[in-house]
């Protein structure tokens, strides 16, 4: 029997599609926009917002006050590609498959943080520095520099994979691209948007306005600049010093061939000279004046530095730049913005630049977001985050489904100030690269908000155990001193647990194999 319906149950049922097409909508558009910068090899410690008062970073620290500031931010594998293959799928690097900087593909068919948010209705778009061997996936919209790319007059691969040489640096333009799909986007659907700088990275080159921004500052050497690595093997055969490693011609540009070295081959004439005179300067002072010994190493130290600080000055500018677009165009108000890196560095810390070791400096890296009317300006987080729970809470944010793979969790209950929730008290690293570029020896470990336990192994096979609390900088290893055996043996049962709980077996099989001392 066919039923029948009234005029009124017909307009009735209308009215219900309507309204809650209506009510999706509104969920679709009051869902905040999301911009995620992320830049490469920045450390925490050389932002104003994290202590540093010698540095200008403005707009990272506006970021800071106008929202949250992450104390004890770490990475699971301190290295570039690996994090960023991490940001994007919330797993480890054993389980996402991407452990080194190699010429692995990172593979784009498992599930991905950019997939995630497209099928919660989001737009998506990576611009800039992605260094995954592989094209972005799950991205309506992408412009990426290949492998590291350059910071004078780089290419970028467009869509759908066409190479492009542009004209200025790298900063600008990405800046430029990114407020350019702003400008062009749909503007019915919510946006996440990856900004990837290439600054800070080695060699370090500052764009022309830059050059001897810090020339007048005398940076003081850290108190282990002069590290002996007594008691820490791996530590010692590591190939990432400043006074051994750090390279006069290719680093810090003293005495360099325009015509033929690699780093300069996109300078156009007018950038060469400007470029040229300065630092023709430069390597004139270090010849005249002949140093050796700790003179050379100490003068390395400060060149370093100011081409560092210099290289960020552009990064910094031109984060402003996009905050005050958000500004100007209205989307600052439902607009997200993170800051981060993709692990921290060492500004001569133990003597070293670089980062993969699982010393504080190169485990930790900067993490600002501001979140208008959610997170209370000049909050600080001090709970043990990593970066596979960067992805979920992006997702939680954008109020869309966490795949189960995920590894990591949102911390958003965090930075909301809720109910304080059960958090972890211990966070897993593991980092594999070896022997080059830097001869650090693999190993895992963990970190607590007191101790860390490491232990090296392919060649080094030794333990080192830090407590933290006396010993911030990490100089004395007290693995295997009397009266630590009760805190040695509970530590090593929390890494057990915590690689059973991140499926990395290969790592228990090294553990199971380890030697005691």
């Known amino acids: 029997m066919r039923k029948r319906f009234s005029l009124f149950q017909i307009l009735l049922s209308l009215l219900l599609i309507l309204g809650a097409g209506n009510i999706a909508m509104a969920q679709t558009a009051s869902r905040p926009n999301i911009i995620f910068i992320f830049s490469d090899d920045h450390a925490y410690q050389g932002i104003g917002a994290y202590g540093n008062k010698l540095v200008k970073t403005p707009n990272i620290d506006r970021i800071a006050r106008e929202g949250a500031l992450l104390t004890n931010n770490i990475v699971t594998n301190s290295i570039c590609g690996p994090s960023r293959a991490t940001l994007l799928t919330g797993k480890y690097?054993?389980?996402?498959?991407?452990?080194?900087?190699?010429?692995?593909?990172?593979?784009?068919?498992?599930?991905?943080?950019?997939?995630?948010?497209?099928?919660?209705?989001?737009?998506?778009?990576?611009?800039g520095k992605m260094h995954l061997n592989s094209l972005p996936a799950g991205f309506d919209y992408w412009n990426v520099l290949p492998d590291q790319g350059n910071y004078y007059n780089p290419d970028f691969i467009g869509q759908p994979n066409d190479t492009t040489r542009y004209t200025g640096y790298v900063s600008d333009l990405i800046t430029k691209f990114s407020v350019e799909w702003l400008e062009k986007r749909e503007n019915s659907k919510p946006f996440f948007l990856i900004v990837g700088h290439k600054a800070t990275h080695r060699e370090w080159l500052p764009d022309l306005q830059d050059l001897g921004a810090y020339d007048d500052v005398t940076f003081p050497l850290p108190a282990n600049f002069y590290d002996d690595y007594k008691g820490r093997s791996a530590a010692m055969q590591q190939d990432m010093s400043i006074e051994k490693t750090m390279r006069l011609k290719q680093d810090l540009k003293v005495n360099?061939?325009?015509?033929?070295?690699?780093?300069?081959?996109?300078?156009?004439?007018?950038?060469?000279?400007?470029?040229?005179?300065?630092?023709?300067?430069?390597?004139?002072?270090?010849?005249?004046k002949q140093l050796t010994g700790k003179a050379l190493t100490e003068w390395k130290y400060q060149r370093y530095l100011r081409d560092y600080f210099s290289v960020a000055n552009s990064l910094d500018r031109n984060i402003g730049k996009l905050l005050d677009y958000l500004d100007k165009s209205g989307l600052a108000k439902n607009t997200v913005v993170i800051y981060a890196s993709d692990q921290g560095f060492y500004l001569g810390e133990h003597g070293w630049f670089d980062k993969r070791f699982i010393y504080e400096e190169s485990l930790k890296t900067p993490f600002v977001i501001r979140y208008p009317g959610v997170i209370k300006p000049g909050k600080k987080v001090e709970d043990l985050i990593v970066n596979i729970d960067w992805a979920p809470t992006v997702l939680n944010i954008a109020a869309a489904k966490i795949?189960?793979?995920?590894?990591?969790?949102?911390?958003?209950?965090?930075?909301?100030d809720e109910a304080k929730a059960p958090w972890r008290k211990e966070a897993y690293y593991h980092y594999y690269e070896f022997p080059e570029p830097h001869h650090v020896f693999p190993h895992f470990g963990l970190r607590t908000s007191r101790y860390k336990l490491a232990y090296f192994y392919g060649g080094a096979d030794s333990w080192e155990l830090f407590d933290l609390e006396k010993d911030p900088s990490e100089g004395s290893n007290i693995y295997g001193k009397p009266g630590t055996e009760?805190?040695?043996?509970?530590?090593?049962?929390?890494?057990?647990?915590?690689?059973?709980?991140?499926?990395?077996?290969?790592?228990?099989?090294?553990?199971?194999g380890a030697k005691s001392i």
Do not use: C
Request: no cysteine; hydrophobic share 30%; charged share 35%.
């Open 93 to 127: 690097s054993h389980v996402n498959g991407y452990k080194r900087n190699d010429r692995t593909r990172f593979d784009t068919n498992q599930t991905l943080l950019s997939k995630s948010l497209q099928q919660s209705g989001y737009q998506t778009a990576w611009i």
């Open 256 to 288: 360099v061939d325009y015509e033929k070295d690699y780093a300069y081959n996109r300078f156009n004439p007018e950038q060469k000279k400007v470029f040229k005179a300065y630092y023709d300067k430069i390597g004139k002072e270090v010849t005249d």
């Open 486 to 512: 009760k805190i040695t043996a509970d530590l090593k049962e929390k890494l057990k647990a915590l690689m059973k709980e991140y499926k990395d077996d290969e790592g228990l099989k090294i553990l199971a």
């Open 403 to 416: 795949p189960s793979d995920m590894q990591g969790k949102s911390f958003l209950p965090l930075l909301k």
